[in-house]
T-cell receptor, first 111, second 114 residues
Framework: RKEVEQDPGPFNVPEGATVAFNCTYS??????FFWYRQDCRKEPKLLMS???SGNEDGRFTAQLNRASQYISLLIRDSKLSDSATYLC????????????FGAGTQVVVTP | GAGVSQSPSNKVTEKGKDVELRCDPI?????LYWYRQSLGQGLEFLIY????????KSGLPSDRFSAERTGGSVSTLTIQRTQQEDSAVYLC????????????FGNGTRLTVT
């Protein structure tokens, strides 16, 4: 099993709709969780950190489910500019600095 | 500068040659990370530095790969006797602390081994 797994998609989403997807991780002791977005041929950029209580940033909501070992990202009122690959990032407890990236979930927002 | 700077931005080299990739992190950032990304693939962890030391080198693909960081700042990633499978984008990132703070990425070095 991969340490961090994501559905590669693509998730084809009509503009204005809501899309949500998960990321599962294997290490139950992981402490740090992030969502990044990566546009084609660009470097990843931080979208948001994921906190235990869940957190929201505008149209984006992140949740952490420790019992089932996954994090989720929900995008409301999708914009064309939300089209990107969304990467989840999890640290590995036995190597605090080793931040493991998932392979990404592609989201395509269509007019 | 304000962000993470990597050089060169592109490098084409012949198989068997050595290459050196450079990363200038954001000033004051303790942690520095190297990843690589092959076309259409996810990011592969290579190594991270806390200050000048590298506690975890487990991600380096082979002994042809080495990295160092001096003065708690600039880092170089060296690939000896390059092979075609080394072709990828090599991304450097830095963060204020190790592990629990977000990474700030540079634009990457696109390495092509012919």
């Amino acid at each position: 099993r991969k340490e961090v797994e994501q559905d590669p998609g693509p998730f084809n989403v009509p503009e204005g709709a809501t899309v949500a997807f998960n990321c599962t991780y294997s290490n139950s002791a992981s402490q740090s969780f992030f969502w990044y977005r990566q546009d084609c041929r660009k470097e990843p950029k931080l979208l948001m950190s994921v906190y235990s209580s869940g957190n929201e940033d505008g149209r984006f909501t992140a949740q952490l489910n420790r019992a089932s070992q996954y994090i989720s990202l929900l995008i409301r009122d999708s914009k064309l500019s939300d089209s990107a690959t969304y990467l989840c990032v999890v640290n590995l407890e036995n190597s605090w600095g080793k931040l493991q990236f998932g392979a990404g979930t592609q989201v395509v927002v269509t007019p | 500068g304000a962000g993470v700077s990597q050089s060169p931005s592109n490098k084409v080299t012949e198989k068997g040659k050595d290459v050196e990739l450079r990363c200038d992190p954001i000033s004051g950032h303790t942690a520095l990370y190297w990843y690589r990304q092959s076309l259409g693939q996810g990011l592969e962890f290579l190594i991270y530095f806390q200050g000048n030391s590298a506690p975890d080198k487990s991600g380096l693909p082979s002994d042809r790969f080495s990295a160092e960081r001096t003065g708690g700042s600039v880092s170089t990633l060296t690939i000896q006797r390059t092979q075609q499978e080394d072709s990828a984008v090599y991304l450097c990132a830095s963060s204020p602390r190790v592990g629990d703070s977000p990474l700030h990425f540079g634009n990457g070095t696109r390495l092509t081994v012919t």
